[in-house]
């Protein structure tokens, strides 16, 4: 390995910055905790609107992108072909994009809905509202998180296969800010942190999940020890798939993970309600689609609701701080497609996936508590870990599921912190598209250190603090790219 790649001001002062708040937290966790309660408040109260605004423009633009005359462009030579069949391409996407995040929230965001509602005047826990938790839960995983990634990986694989360039985000926006190195090095390096953050952030939700799981199961307390427990054991597992490489590692793991999925849906969509499954899906897709410009810039200054911020405002920022991270990863797996696949397949077919899942999982839950007084709403309430468990609950051979799905909970986060930390060390390596181990190795160590470190400072509050504040400086270098990425298209279409 080449020492001089760890001299990369980026990695040094994106590395330092997440060391230091691993100490801090680890040693003042009460205190990490308060800072970071104010900084969510601060950008809740004042930039709400900004991130709203923000990924509605990024959707407008990649709608007449795909639609365009610029659709047809490849992403790479005019003769590559796709590198991955669409199955595993889609395997890897869904993967890295979320897969855990869903798994988390698939069955705990509709009843929580459910249970508190999204509007005031909506009666809790009754049909009404059962019908607005799954539209809600359809908007806020649907096209406008996936868009997000979308922009940024398909300005990254323009660059990286087409333009013989490297990866990084501040090569990226040369067109509008020029080449200066160093806001060239500060913008790498608010990429980089605002990744670990991002991912850190989705460690969290599996681990407190996996947690739940085990509880469930074998009666295993919900304690800080077994979830620093879980976060080792996946540490260990991720140092051995990162050895093997991202053709052989990656590939194998996100297709296991795909197909462990589509077998869990299937069990669930069979043996649960699925005539219900089946409506409430196509009502809720159809609720999406009558109500999403609405929801996409729905704000509440005259009642002063924070409804808003702590769900679609966090799951945007969530997305941004993630974007970095898996829409360098997307690029990386998706030569060879043209512009309009490309953005088909992440903003459509990732997104239709993750409602179908809202739709069998959440659906199950939602005709149980109507139907059949089970009152997983409530278990929710109290444990948002234990939401998935719950509905296993209530159908057969429920241990047998509830371990596969712990397994699979496991085996995403292994996928995520796998191609985290390939991109970290590509970021991190002036865009390598073949970072040393070692470095990946220390980004591995240090996402699961903040992971922990944040679990210990308040759990899902300061997970969704992390995410959300770290967003906030990358969503105006998403703009800056997005013009970018116009300007080089134009001059290239120009050039013919």
């Given at each position: ?56 423009v ?52 509709p ?10 005047g ?6 009404e ?8 839960s359809?908007?806020n ?106 053709k052989?590692g ?8 795909l ?36 929801y996409?810039l ?144 220390v ?8 992971a ?45």
């Amino acid at each position: 390995m080449n020492k001089h790649k760890f001299l990369n001001p980026v990695f040094f002062v994106s590395s330092i910055f997440i060391l230091i708040l691993v100490v801090i937290g680890a040693i003042s966790p009460g205190r990490f905790e308060a800072v970071a309660n104010k900084l969510f408040n601060f950008t809740t109260i004042n930039f709400a609107w900004f991130y709203l605004l923000a990924v509605f423009v990024f959707i407008l633009f990649l709608i007449w992108l795909a639609f365009g005359k610029y659709g047809k462009l490849k992403l790479g030579p005019a003769d590559s072909k796709p590198e991955y069949s669409f199955f595993a391409w889609v395997g890897m996407l869904f993967s890295t994009g979320f897969g855990s995040s869903l798994v988390f929230w698939g069955v705990a965001e509709p009843m929580t809905h459910f249970f508190s509602t999204p509007f005031p005047g909506l009666e809790a826990q009754s049909e009404e509202a059962a019908r607005v938790a799954m539209g809600y839960s359809f908007f806020n995983w649907g096209i406008s998180q996936w868009a997000v990634f979308a922009l940024v990986g398909l300005v990254i694989a323009y660059l990286q296969f087409r333009k013989d360039k490297n990866g990084l985000i501040s090569t990226a926006i040369e067109p509008v800010v020029g080449k200066n190195r160093f806001t060239a090095n500060t913008v790498n390096s608010l990429a980089v942190i605002a990744t670990v953050m991002g991912v850190a952030t989705s460690l969290g939700f599996g681990i407190m999940q996996m947690n739940g799981g085990l509880n469930s199961v074998f009666g295993l307390s919900n304690s800080i020890w077994v979830q620093i427990g879980i976060a080792v054991a996946m540490l260990l597992v991720y140092l051995i798939s990162s050895a093997t490489g991202l053709k052989k590692g990656m590939k194998w793991l996100s297709t296991l993970n795909l197909t462990l999925c589509l077998a869990l849906l299937l069990f669930v969509f069979i043996m649960g309600p699925t005539v219900f499954i089946l409506e409430s899906f196509v009502l809720g897709i159809g609720d999406y689609i009558t109500n999403f410009v609405q929801y996409s810039l729905r704000m509440t200054p005259y009642t002063g609701e924070s409804w808003v911020t702590e769900w679609t405002v966090f799951y945007w920022a969530w997305a941004i701080s993630w974007s970095p991270f898996v829409g360098a990863f997307v690029a990386r797996v998706s030569r060879g497609r043209t512009i309009r696949q490309f953005i088909f397949g992440v903003t459509a077919v990732s997104p239709i996936i993750a409602c179908l899942w809202i739709a069998v999982f959440g659906g199950t839950a939602l005709f149980s508590d109507l139907n059949n007084g089970t009152m997983i709403a409530e278990a929710v309430d109290e444990d948002l870990a234990v939401a998935l468990f719950e509905t296993f609950g209530t159908l057969p051979l429920s241990t047998i599921m509830s371990l596969l799905a712990i397994f699979l909970i496991f085996t995403f986060l292994v996928t995520s912190a796998d191609s985290a930390t390939y991109i970290l060390g590509s970021m991190t390596s002036k865009g390598s598209l073949n970072p040393a181990l070692v470095t990946k190795i220390v980004w591995g160590l240090l996402i699961t250190a903040i992971a922990i470190v944040l679990l210990l400072a308040g759990g899902l509050e300061a997970l969704q603090t992390a995410a959300l504040t770290s967003a906030l400086p990358f969503t105006i270098i998403i703009i800056i790219l997005m013009i970018s990425f116009l300007k080089i298209i134009k001059k290239d279409r120009s050039s013919k």
